[in-house]
């Protein structure tokens, strides 16, 4: 019922900067968060951000604050990622309907299908 589509990805040289963008269709109309997760092969999903449906509250892994913000746009959400190191290469996945933020095991209802962020040394 939520289709999501992501672009942005790419291969960055450590320092650089990316802008990962999302996408949703269909029925969008939900008061819970959108943000993104992100997965090496072999390690588990982890969370990134988060940014409430108002656009009033972000929510980041600790690793990345400072360095990426999120916002959003309509039906649209950003991920903007600066001063990227080789640690935050990872499949990065936009996620709709986002819950149980800020515990130890976020999750979220829908997915999209994933952009590659490649940052090299």
């Known amino acids: 019922q939520v289709q999501l589509v992501e672009s942005g990805g790419g291969l960055v040289q450590a320092g650089g900067s990316l802008r990962l963008s999302c996408v949703a269709s269909g029925r969008t109309f939900s008061s819970n968060a959108m943000g993104w997760f992100r997965q090496v092969p072999g390690k588990e999903r982890e969370f990134v951000a988060a940014i409430s449906w108002s656009g009033g509250r972000t929510y980041y892994l600790d690793s990345v604050k400072g360095r990426f913000t999120i916002s959003r746009d309509k039906n649209t959400v950003y991920l903007q990622m600066n001063s990227l190191k080789p640690e935050d290469t990872a499949v990065y996945y936009c996620?709709?309907?986002?819950?149980?933020?800020?515990?130890?095991?976020?999750?979220?209802?829908?997915w999209g299908q994933g952009t590659q962020v490649t940052v090299s040394s």
């Open positions: 996620a709709a309907d986002v819950y149980r933020i800020n515990t130890a095991t976020p999750e979220a209802s829908y």
